[in-house]
Every structure is written in structure tokens, then in C-alpha cells.
């Protein structure tokens, strides 16, 4: 079937009162990029409907596109036609025919938008409804969920039909949600996390921090890799590296073993606030879920969390490892996790951290350290690249998998 548009329906931004306006702009403008490599394509955002009239393009590469974006409930591949019975006629039953398997139900579903248009949407149903049942041998109606379902819209400039609705990512549009710093990592957790951020409307700037020479370049080309991955929700984003291996051997020097691991997060969660505040960004978002590890724990948490009151965010909290991991799965980042790169947390992590650190130890653990000069040191080394959707940063890839076999 040649398509001459994709009809997109709105999510949970029809429900959304007076901010309406801005989020489906905002959805149109997110829309617009996503799709920008397709020629002659336009994206029309009205305030029922997103419309993305092909010209041409491959419905199916743009339809692909359209299920990373955040926002839209689902979108139906359309024919137009003119306001002709006969053309009207004709379509639907090439729908119908092009999907037929024996003992299948139907039902049509009709829209008049243009109230001057010679058919009532009763009328409709039954010209349309009959001439399917007339001409496609043992197909028979059905009202509540049939197999296919024609929906026919009477618009002003013409009729459209569809026979496919497609579930989109829901959630809501990318920049909707302002702007957070997602302190990721290259496990499991911290992409999936990215993830549910970026579906409530978040733009996030990945912080990763990472520890040459204890940590290698592959390490942090996994980070960017699974940065690229992510990117396919939100465009491009900002990956900002931080060096952080002087901090650790510092830590390693003046806290006692217990507290290395309380003490070195805190540092990142400072770091990881500093860089939010300079790019204006208002939270922090992390990949953590309640008891997964030893610094996972509440009281792992307060002792933490006690270097900011800016709001940190846990999409993954209340998740189990099984959900997380399926998740991934779906999301296609698991595979580049498991990639077994040392992280720079593993390589310090002593083998008995305390899983219920006392705040007050914390703090006073920290004393020795020069904390101002050591955050202006690793802060001063920043490097920040922009990724694009699908680039590329572990070349040996093929290797690495070839091993792991
Ligand atoms: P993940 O799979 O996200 O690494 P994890 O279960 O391995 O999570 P931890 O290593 O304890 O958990 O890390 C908890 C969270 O701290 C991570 O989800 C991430 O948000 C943050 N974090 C850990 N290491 C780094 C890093 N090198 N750079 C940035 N953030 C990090
Ligand atoms: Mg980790």
C-alpha cells in the first residue's frame, strides 16, 4: 500500500489544559528533526492531530522514527483520497483484501469532519461496510475488537483511510520537562533510568565521570556509545566527561576503607551539581533502585544525598533487577552494558563497603579533604562532545562481542 501520510495522535498532552499549546509544539518541533533527512516530508501539528504528509518518503523508515518519540499515543499509516465515493469505495476494499487471512472480522470507522460532505458518518459505515462484505468472501463484521479495523476520516481536503494503528512511546514530548543532569554510568541501571526520564518530557545532559589510567578508553566510548543509543529518544545530547581518578586516589588516602564508597559518591554527587548548575539544568537523575547494593541502602542515600538539597531523581527506585534488565533489553542498550569495561566505581569499590553509612561519619571522614580544590581540578578538565542518534565510538565492537561468545 503506497501511503501518502502518517497520522500521529496526541498522548497524554490532550489532557494538559492551557499548556496544551506548548507541548504539541514543542512535539511538532521534535517531530520536524527527527525527521529531517527525509526530502519534501511535512509536519503539520494542529491541535487534535499530527500530520506527516510523505510526499514520497518511506512510510516505513519514518514510521520507525516516529516510535522513539515521546508524546504520541499512536499513529496510523493513511491513504488520501478525494471525496469520492467511488475512490473511497476502492481503498478501503484494497485494505481489507491486503490483509486478509480466512475468518477474519472487520469493522469501519468513520469521522466527518467536513459537515458538508455528502455521506453522514452512518451512511458511511454501511456503503463501506457493505461493499467489503460484498467482495471479500468470508470476512465477516465484528463491532468490539475486530482483527482490522478501517477507520475513514472526512477531512475539509479529503478523505483518509487507514487500516493500522500503531502504538507510539507515550510519555511525554522532550523538552517539555525542562532540563536535567543524568549522571550515567556504563551498567545496566543508569541508561534505563536516561530512558523513563526522557519519557516524561526531561532533556537530559549525560555526566559521566571516568578514571584514566585506572579506566580505559573503551570504558568510556561504551558510555558514549549507549549515549548514542538514547539519543534516538531525544535528539542529540550533551555528554559531558569528568575526570575523576585524582579524586579517588585522594579519597583512598584519608578515609578509612568502609567510607570510601560514601565519600567518593559524594564527590560525584557534588560534581554532578556544579555541572546542573552551570548549564541551568534543575535535577539530578541517577540510576539507582532501593537495596540493589551496598550503596543503594536509605541510610546509604542520606549520607549521600547530604551535599544538595537539588531534587535527585530515582526512576528506577521501586524496580527489580529482572524489570530493569528487560527494560534494557527493549530499549537495546543491554547488550552494550554487559560489555565487561572496569568502571571507574568497580575499581575503587572496596570489597566490604558499609551498606548503612552514618551521616555524621561521613561528613566528618571528609574533613581532611580539600573538597573546593578537588571539585575546580576535576571540573576544570571537563570535555563535552555532542552524539547524534547512531554515531559510533567502539570500533572494535565485532571483537569485543567475538570474545564474549
Ligand atoms: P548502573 O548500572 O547504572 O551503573 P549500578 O547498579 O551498577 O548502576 P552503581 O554502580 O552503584 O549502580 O551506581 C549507582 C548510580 O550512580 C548509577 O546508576 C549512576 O547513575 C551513578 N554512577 C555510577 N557510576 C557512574 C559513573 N562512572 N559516571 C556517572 N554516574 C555514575
Ligand atoms: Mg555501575
Known amino acids: 500500500m503506497e501511503y501518502s ?36 516530508l511535512e509536519v503539520r501539528a494542529q491541535h ?14 519514518v514510521m520507525d ?17 478525494d471525496k469520492d465515493i467511488d475512490a473511497i469505495k476502492a481503498t478501503v476494499l484494497a485494505l481489507a483484501q491486503a490483509d486478509f487471512k480466512p475468518g477474519m472480522t472487520f469493522k469501519i470507522n468513520t469521522r466527518r469532519q467536513d459537515k458538508s460532505f455528502e455521506y453522514d458518518t452512518y451512511q458511511l459505515n454501511d456503503i463501506l461496510g457493505s461493499h467489503v462484505l460484498e467482495n471479500v468472501p468470508g470476512i465477516q463484521v465484528k463491532m468490539k475488537h475486530p482483527d482490522l479495523e478501517i477507520r475513514v476520516e472526512a ?34 541501571d543508569s541508561p534505563v533510568a536516561s530512558y523513563y526520564g526522557m519519557r516524561r518530557g526531561v532533556k537530559l545532559d549525560m555526566v559521566h565521570f571516568y578514571s584514566p589510567p585506572y579506566t580505559s578508553e573503551q570504558a568510556l566510548a561504551k558510555a558514549k556509545e549507549l549515549t548514542a543509543k538514547l539519543a534516538k529518544y531525544s535528539g542529540g545530547i550533551q555528554f559531558i566527561q569528568v575526570p575523576f581518578a585524582k579524586i579517588q586516589e585522594t579519597v583512598k588516602e584519608s578515609v578509612p576503607e568502609g567510607y570510601l564508597m560514601t565519600i567518593q559518591r559524594r564527590m560525584m554527587l557534588r560534581l554532578a551539581v556544579a555541572v546542573a548548575h552551570m548549564r541551568h539544568a534543575k535535577g539530578i537523575f541517577n540510576g539507582e533502585s532501593l537495596g540493589q547494593v551496598a550503596s543503594q541502602t536509605l541510610e546509604s542515600m542520606e549520607a549521600i544525598n547530604d551535599v544538595t538539597t537539588m531534587p535527585i531523581l530515582r526512576p528506577l527506585l521501586s524496580m527489580d533487577k529482572t524489570e530493569i534488565i528487560k527494560v534494557a ?14 568502571d571507574c566505581c568497580t575499581i575503587f569499590t572496596p570489597p566490604a563497603p558499609k551498606t548503612r553509612p552514618d551521616l555524621e561519619k561521613s561528613r566528618k571522614y571528609e574533613k581532611h579533604l580539600d573538597v573546593e580544590g578537588l571539585m575546580k581540578e576535576a571540573l576544570d578538565g571537563i570535555t563535552i562532545t555532542e552524539i ?9 565492537n565485532e571483537d569485543v562481542f567475538a570474545e564474549l561468545l
Open 48 to 61: 487534535d492531530r499530527l500530520h506527516v504528509t510523505l510526499n514520497g518518503a518511506d512510510s516505513t523508515a
Open 155 to 188: 477531512r475539509m481536503n479529503g478523505v483518509y483511510i487507514s487500516g493500522q494503528t500503531i502504538p507510539g512511546a507515550g510519555g511525554l514530548p522532550v523538552g517539555t520537562g525542562g532540563k536535567a543532569v543524568m549522571m550515567l554510568s556504563g551498567g545496566i
Open 5 to 40: 501520510e502518517i497520522m500521529v495522535r496526541y498522548g497524554e498532552l490532550s489532557t494538559k489544559g492551557k499548556n496544551k499549546k506548548d507541548f504539541i509544539k514543542q512535539l511538532g518541533h521534535n517531530v520536524r528533526k527527527a525527521l529531517s533527512e527525509f526530502d519534501g
Open 329 to 342: 533489553k527493549n530499549i537495546d542498550t543491554y547488550d552494550l552494558s554487559i560489555l565487561p569495561y572496569e
Open 65 to 81: 522514527r516516529l516510535k522513539g518519540e515521546f508524546g504520541i499515543e499512536n499513529f496510523s499509516p493513511s491513504v488520501k483520497v
Open 388 to 396: 547524534r542518534p547512531g554515531d559510533n565510538f567502539l570500533n572494535q
